[in-house]
């Protein structure tokens, strides 16, 4: 079975622009959830989308949404870039939400802002 | 707030020699509490995960405990191998059924060496 798969994997933006990034899971996986990951931070939770229908929130701006589609896949947007945005954003599948399922971890898109 | 804090924030072990690693969350309601090993430059995956009833969990080298009375949990590794040198992030939920809130700690970073 093939895992979770995110593009892309590295990507540079100026502030002010704005920036989707993909996600697939692993078929048969209908919750997708979101996560940032800076040094200092660690991993913090944007979003969880299940079913096309978003079912956990972070504390995150509005600038960052997010969509599933009805493939499971799905995108993450960040608009309005920010310095403090660069980061690695992962992407993690699970059978159903993630209240008591295995999450599987993508590789991560990190993302650079100039 | 909730929070997870994990100690130490690095440690560095000898090749065949036993750790143990620490967090405290002051998370409520506790749903669930998970252990993943991150290696650099990859996503984070799943080691253990443990609900209120319970204490232990093993997985191959890695036993995690829970004392949900303290709010403590520990993941002990045995014969430490160099491959496991990593960043071991604690990740507790809160909440009940699908609407789960996710706080991860700030990670512990083990180096094994030879």
């Known amino acids: 079975k093939a895992g979770v798969t995110q593009t892309p994997r590295y990507l540079i933006k100026t502030r002010g622009q704005q920036v989707t990034l993909s996600c697939s899971p692993i078929s048969g996986h209908r919750s997708v959830s979101w996560y940032q990951q800076t040094p200092g931070q660690g991993l913090q939770f944007l979003f969880e989308?299940?079913?096309?229908?978003?079912?956990n929130k972070g504390n995150f701006p509005g600038r960052f949404s997010g969509r599933q589609f009805s493939n499971s896949r799905s995108e993450m947007n960040v608009s309005t870039l920010e310095l403090g945005d660069s980061a690695l954003y992962l992407c993690a599948s699970s059978l159903e939400t993630i209240s008591y399922n295995e999450q599987f971890f993508g590789p991560g898109t990190r993302l650079t802002v100039l | 707030k909730n929070q997870v804090e994990q100690s130490p924030q690095s440690l560095i072990i000898l090749e065949g020699k036993n750790c143990t690693l620490q967090?405290?969350?002051?998370?409520?309601?506790?749903?669930?509490l998970r252990w993943y090993k991150q290696d650099t430059g990859r996503g984070p995956v799943s080691l253990t995960i443990m609900t209120f009833s319970e204490n232990t969990k093993s997985n191959g080298r890695y036993t995690a405990t829970l004392d949900a009375d303290t709010k403590q949990s520990s993941l002990h590794i045995t014969a430490s191998q160099l491959s496991d040198s990593a960043s071991y992030i604690c990740?507790?939920?809160?909440?009940?059924?699908?609407?789960?809130?996710?706080?991860f700690g700030i990670g512990t970073k083990l180096q094994v060496i030879p």
């Open positions: 967090c405290n969350y002051t998370v409520s309601p506790f749903s669930n």
């Open positions: 989308y299940f079913s096309e229908t978003q079912r």
């Open positions: 990740v507790v939920s809160a909440g009940s059924g699908g609407y789960q809130k996710v706080t």
